[in-house]
């Protein structure tokens, strides 16, 4: 693909959106209004100021990364805007502001490349162990900043900034800053990671001090979030750990250590919190408790019964009827309205960033933005996983949104900041 192929598509995504848009206002029984026509100069503006910034201060990245990211967020545009006008136009200014941001983040890198975040390792630890403390901010002082909890958890920041209030999910961009971080030590310290190492069995681990403090920063951020009850959060955190320590070391025996691990926080957590009880029991039997607990679920598998092959069409389906949809089941509305065929291009487009994504860090010479580029794409790919999982009840609801298509800004801004670091990684290596 050249850059010029990867600018139409850009075009075609940003007109998918204001075409989706439209059915949305016809199916309304109304007709083309401005809706349509900001929606596409939005998208132009968002993306195509990315597709410039590309071409400036990265033209020797991938061509492919930009694309299939496009065209994700056209369609979870249109159906959060199906869903609800408000957030659909809330979307839109996240979707400027997640842009503007990964423009900025090429900039200031074109200058000194993904060194500088390997040289200032420790402060973006500080700050991204900051950003997961945030939420436990008090909820009732004077600040404009303040904490703020939902549903029982301590996700959430919020910000009056005078005539709104704007709510920021800080782990989303905390977890950018902990994969750099573990990137970069991983990076100094693999060959001894590498060449000492102890056998258990038949698998094999690294000598345990080289990973001590490795582990403490890590298992203190877990700790945070679970203390904030933002299991989901933790779960991605400690998964893509545990994947980044295996394509680093080679070493088998962190998949398994860390699968056992994960089934006994698991257990641990079922016993300790309401909440993971009411999520387990709704995953292995939605219908039997379909008036409660199951009731997400199983309105999510009518919904993608109910699709087919080819779907209702935008605005022509109900997925309104299912609980947060907007947010934890984008993927059941896709599926709804735009049925088999839509659900499973929207797969294969996640599918072409993941490969993508990896192929970059194959490719890296360089120890850290080959760690850099893994790390990124594992835990976007897990993230994917977890939640299409839990819509599919492959894996119990673990409450976290679908990359660039489900609502909410924070989300928006934090794998718009990953999208620029994996393009500026690919435009290094080439270069």
Avoid: C
């Avoid at 060449?195 to 345990?208: C, I, M, N, W």
């Avoid at 379909?290 to 019964?305: C, H, M, R, S, V």
């Avoid at 718009?416 to 670091?421: D, E, H, T």
């Amino acid at each position: 693909m050249t850059r010029s192929t990867e600018g139409l598509i850009v075009a075609t995504a940003s007109a998918l959106a204001a075409f989706g848009v439209t059915l949305v206002n016809f199916a309304r029984g109304d007709g083309v209004d401005v809706q349509t026509g900001l929606t596409f100069l939005v998208f132009l503006i968002a993306f195509g100021g990315l597709y410039l910034a590309i071409r400036t201060w990265g033209h020797k990245a991938t061509p492919l990364l930009l694309a299939p990211v496009a065209a994700l967020t056209s369609i979870g545009f249109f159906e959060v805007y199906r869903l609800s006008t408000v957030r659909g136009g809330l979307q839109r200014w996240w979707l400027l502001i997640a842009a503007a941001l990964a423009v900025g983040a090429l900039a200031l890198l074109s200058r000194h490349g993904t060194s500088v975040l390997r040289r200032y390792r420790n402060l973006i630890l500080l700050v991204s162990v900051a950003l997961l403390l945030l939420p436990n901010l008090p909820m009732d002082w004077g600040f404009p900043m303040r904490g703020l909890q939902l549903n029982g958890s301590r996700l959430w920041v919020l910000i009056d900034v005078g005539f709104t209030e704007m709510q920021f999910q800080p782990a989303e961009l905390a977890k950018l800053g902990l994969v750099t971080y573990v990137a970069s030590y991983l990076a100094d310290h693999q060959r001894a990671l590498r060449e000492a190492h102890r056998r258990v069995g038949p698998f094999t681990f690294s000598e345990p001090r080289q990973l001590i403090p490795l582990l403490v920063v890590w298992s203190g951020s877990v700790l945070i979030l679970v203390w904030q009850r933002d299991l989901g959060a933790s779960l991605l955190l400690f998964a893509g750990f545990v994947l980044l320590l295996y394509a680093a070391t080679g070493a088998s025996g962190y998949l398994v250590a860390g699968g056992l691990l994960a089934v006994v926080a698991g257990i641990t957590s079922y016993l300790a919190f309401d909440h993971v009880q009411r999520r387990v029991i709704a995953w292995l039997s939605p219908f039997e408790h379909y008036q409660d607990e199951g009731f997400q679920i199983a309105q999510g598998l009518f919904a993608l019964g109910s699709g087919s092959l080819s779907g209702a069409g935008p605005g022509l389906g109900r997925p309104d009827l299912i609980p947060n949809a907007s947010t934890d089941f984008m993927f059941a509305a896709v599926g709804e309205e735009l049925g088999f065929a839509g659900s499973v291009a929207v797969l294969a487009l996640f599918a072409l960033v993941i490969a993508v994504g990896l192929g970059i860090s194959f490719r890296s010479r360089d120890t850290f933005r080959k760690l850099l580029a893994a790390g990124l794409t594992l835990v976007f790919a897990v993230q994917v996983f977890l939640i299409v999982g839990g819509v599919l009840r492959l894996v119990p609801l673990t409450g976290i949104t679908l990359p660039f298509m489900s609502y909410g800004g924070s989300a928006l801004v934090g794998n718009m900041l990953l999208l620029a670091l994996l393009v500026r990684i690919s435009h290094e290596e080439a270069s």
